[in-house]
């Protein structure tokens, strides 16, 4: 039975190609004109970002910091340094001025005592993405000061009491010179190689997971707008005589959905990027089949429990869009809060990594979408039998 209503519900679809193709169109139509005015609105940002420096305390230390700032390979191409005098409100609110970078007068001073004197950055909300770099020098500068007070430890611990105060003063100066050098990685402030030692996707990569999964979902909301099973009375005449419960309908829509899911994985997440790159071709099948089992359970749940076809599809909508962000599917985990890092949601974009990077299989993280996609499972039974009390 539930067969029989699944193939109906396939023959249904596929006398529409049209509809079917425009279902599949759209979503990567809407991604092309986004992606792109995106791109171009980042583009003309970061051509010419200018990142204005106020030095108050005009120090060997200080200086050579916004040396190594300044001659750093991966931001000289985009960023413009501007020494500049004067107080921090002079500046504020000029259009072409991405961050303001204020190094406070005794900052040199404090750190020769122990003391880590904070580096000001004003971000201009005006430019997000150019300001985005104002924020990497202040992590820089955070690693410049922990990397000083490093130098300034070991002199002070190991050497202070033998040496006169002008050697011990030059050989601070040496000593935070050198371990500067070493944390900032001369003149390498973005190490890339790194990315595999911190279980992170590299950019190409998150890219085509963010993509894939993006266009799916859209994919996923068009297709249920468009093919919903039609509530036709003699259709439903008809499953009453045969007993068709709402649980055996149930099942057979997560058949039709992950059905035609599996098929829109193989072409758009397997076959096109495997044209690109070499990719294990069962692993991530596995990988996108569990995601797309998760997506389409947690539509079927919410059109049981909430019975609105409209309603039901804003709703899956946020949920969906939501869980895409914080499971690192979208976004990369460094612009994700703690908490979301820490969730079971993030375990997708762990699996990735395991199956993509490493080329093994992730078996804790597909365990736990198997038990999540059970889960789903139990709660869609409940909601089906609680629909069918109703009635």
């Known amino acids: 039975m539930i067969f029989t209503y699944s193939l109906f ?4 679809i596929l006398k529409s190609p049209v509809l079917l193709l425009f279902v599949i169109s759209l979503p990567i139509a809407i991604v092309l004109i986004v992606g792109m005015v995106i791109y171009q609105s980042v583009q003309s940002e970061l051509e010419d970002v200018s990142l204005i420096v106020i030095d108050e305390d005009q120090t060997f230390e200080t200086n050579t910091l916004i040396q190594q700032l300044e001659n750093d390979e991966t931001l000289a191409e985009h960023v413009e340094f501007l020494r500049k005098d004067g107080v921090v409100d002079d500046y504020v609110g000029q259009q072409n001025v991405a961050a303001i970078i204020r190094v406070p007068e005794g900052f040199t001073s404090q750190l020769r005592s122990g003391v880590n004197e904070p580096i000001d950055v004003y971000l201009n909300e005006r430019q997000p993405f150019a300001s ?47 371990f500067t050098l070493l944390t900032l990685g001369r003149n390498s402030l973005f190490v890339e190689h790194n990315l595999a030692e911190m279980n992170t996707l590299a950019r190409e990569q998150q890219a085509y997971v963010g993509v894939v999964s993006l266009l799916y979902v859209l994919t996923l909301l068009f297709f249920n707008f468009l093919f919903k099973p039609k509530a036709w009375h003699g ?3 008809r499953f009453t005589i045969i007993r068709l419960t709402e649980w055996k309908r149930s099942v057979s829509e997560f058949i039709v959905l992950f059905s035609m899911s599996i098929l829109y994985m193989i072409i758009f997440a397997l076959i096109i990027p495997n044209l690109v790159t070499e990719i294990n071709m069962f692993l991530l099948l596995v990988q996108w089949g569990a995601i797309a089992a998760i997506f389409c359970l947690l539509y079927l749940l919410l059109d049981r429990v909430i019975k609105v076809p409209a309603f ?3 709703i899956f909508s946020f949920l969906s869009i939501g869980l895409l962000f914080i499971s690192g599917l979208i976004l990369p985990n460094a612009f994700l809060p703690e908490w979301a890092q820490n969730s079971v949601a993030y375990i997708m974009n762990q699996s990735f990594y395991t199956t993509i990077n490493v080329g093994e299989i992730p078996i804790i993280e597909w365990l736990v979408m198997g038990a999540v996609v059970f ?14 009390a109703l009635t």
């Open 132 to 178: 985005q770099l104002g924020y990497l020098l202040l992590k820089s500068g955070q690693d410049y000061i922990t990397a000083a007070q490093s130098g300034v430890n070991t002199v002070n611990h190991y050497l202070g009491s033998q040496m006169s105060d002008d050697e011990r003063r030059d050989l601070v100066q040496q000593m935070t010179v050198h």
């Open 375 to 388: 889960l789903l499972f139990i709660l869609l039974w409940l909601g089906t039998r609680r629909g069918e």
């Open 312 to 314: 039901t599809l804003m």
């Open 9 to 12: 519900e396939l023959k249904r």
């Open 235 to 237: 259709i439903e005449e």
